[in-house]
């Protein structure tokens, strides 16, 4: 092989070589950057530990400006839930459960000098769409505590606005589960109930102050005036970056709190733009394979006369292409090495950056980005090997 390849070599174009070499290796180091970006980016937004969470949303009918004179219900009828639960980005759909009566709450401690008393509303979800698990969170019609979660940001909207402004002491959560709350219930008829609350914990998905289901139904049985569509939904989304979701939502007049679907826009987008990239690092490794075909066509054609003869003296086909099958294969090798090191120092740069913009957690170089350029790699190199095969014969 080593005769055959002094023989062969001296008609090879370095500059060709060397052209093919510096665009393939633009080509696959644009598309493996491409790829490990995005792997490396979408955590952020659909992965555990993203950093937008709302894969859960609270969905409510517009009120008009006449909506409180009108007579259009802006409940959810029982047909509406059916066909939100029909939709195939859609998981799971939950309603919340209004109070049917009166409630004031309040607490007083002396020896943290705090005194408190508001009218309160309560509402009620699904277990399963509830962010805070607690082993309190129950209710029995002979127990007189009702357990309660509020929202997180009631908590700090008291300690960083309400309690500085009214030299009052900040209270932490830790605290604030130890105190507990005299609720009173007041029905339409007037009758009243005294109870005691207590807060277990805090949530950071729904924005409405929660009591236990069985709760509800007790309360609204005993104090209530009947049953009433619920006026609020809270669904899980199967993938809050789905760009039809804002479509489905807004085209039948419902809102979303929080506008949580900024995450499916960013998303969206992001995918478009490591798309554009991919198929402009894709389109230059297909000019590569063509500039390299092109030189290989080149190459067996000057030296045509001297594979006839090696040919006829007896050298196997196998034999004459091997020394090209080698040179291909090794040029290949060397831009996938290349590629895959451009692609590492690149992402522990930008990597930098993104650390100072979002909380993410620190991940190793992705495994599918190796096998991407090991496919690209031996998809080429079957094609040159081919094409060089189907040329000499």
């Known amino acids: 092989m080593k005769l055959i390849w002094k023989l062969l070599r001296e008609n090879i174009s370095k500059p060709q070589l060397i052209g093919f070499t510096i665009t393939s290796l633009i080509g696959m180091s644009i598309v493996l950057l491409a790829f490990q970006f995005y792997f490396d980016i979408n955590p952020i937004f659909s992965g555990k530990d993203k950093l937008l969470k709302e894969d859960y949303l609270t969905i409510t009918k517009k009120v008009g400006i006449l909506g409180g004179l009108s007579s259009k219900s802006t409940g959810f009828s029982q047909s509406e839930i059916d066909e939100l639960k029909s939709q195939p980005f859609i998981k799971h759909v939950g309603a919340f459960t209004p109070s049917q009566f009166n409630v004031f709450g309040g607490f007083n401690s002396q020896k943290l000098g705090i005194a408190f008393n508001t009218e309160m509303f309560f509402e009620s979800v699904p277990d399963e769409f509830i962010d805070v698990r607690s082993d309190s969170w129950r209710f029995s019609p002979v127990d007189n505590t009702v357990p309660i979660i509020l929202p997180k940001n009631y908590l700090d909207l008291y300690n960083f606005g309400f309690a500085g402004a009214s030299s009052m002491p900040q209270i932490s959560e830790q605290l604030i589960g130890l ?62 970056a789905d760009p039809n979701l804002s479509g489905y939502f807004k085209d039948r007049g419902l809102e979303i709190s929080g506008d949580n679907t900024t995450a499916s826009r960013i998303s969206f987008f992001l995918k478009i733009i490591i798309g554009i990239v991919i198929s402009v690092g894709v389109v230059i490794c297909i000019l590569s394979f063509f500039i390299l075909i092109l030189s290989i066509y080149l190459l067996l054609e000057k030296n045509m006369s001297k594979l006839r003869t090696l040919r006829l003296i007896g050298y196997p086909k196998s034999a004459v292409v091997r020394p090209y099958e080698w040179l291909v294969l090794s040029l290949n090798l060397i831009i996938l090495l290349i590629s895959l090191l451009i692609t590492f120092v690149a992402r522990t740069k930008y990597q930098e950056f993104l650390g100072k913009m979002f909380p993410i957690n620190e991940a190793s170089f ?15 190199s079957v094609l040159n090997i081919a094409v060089i095969r189907k040329k000499v014969k």
Request: charged share 15%; hydrophobic share 45%; net charge positive.
């Open 179 to 240: 105190i507990n709350l005299d609720i009173t219930i007041t029905a339409k008829n007037g009758q009243r109930q005294q109870m005691k609350g207590r807060i277990v914990g805090f949530s950071n998905r729904i924005n409405s102050i929660l009591v236990p289901e069985p709760f509800m139904e007790w309360a609204n049985q005993q104090f209530g005036g009947g049953s009433l569509q619920p006026s609020r939904l809270i669904v899980e989304v199967s993938n809050i």
């Open 366 to 380: 992705s495994i599918y980005t190796i096998l991407i350029g090991v496919g690209i790699f031996l998809f080429l």
